[in-house]
């Protein structure tokens, strides 16, 4: 039977054996959620970059860029990290390729490039991350992006909520991190949104006015997609 892990942070990343293993990479708060929402809203692709530098450099490629430090839009770019930045229709987004780079969603993403798959997650796609995981019957690990090296309560709560609904088909219980990961989600459902309010991040984002970011990065199942991250593009 196929297991599912959690990873809590990218820093600890290097104690885990990626290779095949599919890794679901998760920011709710907000980088997943919003490349989620970028692609159900007609993005054609997104490219993740590490850097503010390379994420700029691309508009030269008729890009849009979309950048987040310390969740504030940085300078000089095309949206933030926001998913009503691709939903407001400010910036037309159908049909264009986005560059992105945030503080820790991306980041999470090149840490898991060992893995025999990168896809990304959130709570708006869940069900159908869960199908595609059910479908190829491998090993999942759950790198949650947390902040700054630090734990995250949201992007454990993805872990929980995915752990919960592949069982029993995948095996949930033979790592400590799965189950705390799934006792916290029992605790937060089914009002997650409540339960998040304490969170540090959702504290940091309430001082920058985006609480509806995080009222709308906790609703499940609101696109059918799985984005996959295949030779440099997420699609
Ligand atoms: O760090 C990240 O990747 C972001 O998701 C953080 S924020 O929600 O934009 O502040």
Redesign the pocket.
């Known amino acids: 039977m196929p297991t599912l892990d959690i990873c809590f942070s990218p820093d600890l990343l290097p104690l885990y054996d990626l290779r095949g293993r599919i890794a679901v990479v998760v920011?709710?708060?907000?980088?997943?959620?919003?490349i989620v929402t970028a692609l159900a809203q007609g993005v054609t692709h997104l490219v993740p970059v590490e850097t503010l530098a390379e994420c700029r450099a691309l508009a030269a490629d008729n890009y849009l860029t979309a950048a987040?430090r310390?969740?504030?839009q940085a300078e000089g770019v095309d949206l933030?990290?926001?998913p009503f930045g691709y939903l407001n229709g400010i910036v037309p987004v159908q049909g264009r390729n986005v560059a992105i780079t945030?503080?820790?969603?991306?980041?999470?993403m090149h840490l898991s490039r060992a893995a025999n798959e990168v896809v990304v997650g959130a709570f708006l796609n869940l069900g159908a991350v869960a199908d595609f995981l059910r479908q190829q019957g491998r090993d999942v690990i759950v790198v949650c992006?947390g902040?700054?090296g630090h734990f995250c309560l949201e992007d454990t709560l993805f872990g929980g909520a995915l752990a919960a609904r592949l069982a029993p088909d995948f095996d949930v219980t033979s790592s400590d991190a799965t189950l705390a990961a799934l006792d916290l989600w029992e605790k937060a459902s089914p009002d997650v949104a409540a339960y998040l309010l304490k969170s540090a991040?959702v504290r940091?984002?309430n001082r920058?006015e985006?609480h509806k970011?995080m009222e709308f990065c906790v609703r499940q199942d609101e696109y059918n997609l799985v984005p996959v991250w295949r030779e440099g593009k997420i699609v």
Do not use: Y
Not at 27 to 34: E, G, P, V
Not at 102 to 108: K, L
């Open positions: 920011d709710i708060l907000r980088a997943t959620s919003s987040e310390d969740g504030v933030g990290n926001s945030t503080t820790n969603g991306t980041r999470a992006a902040w700054k991040h940091r984002l920058l985006a970011d």
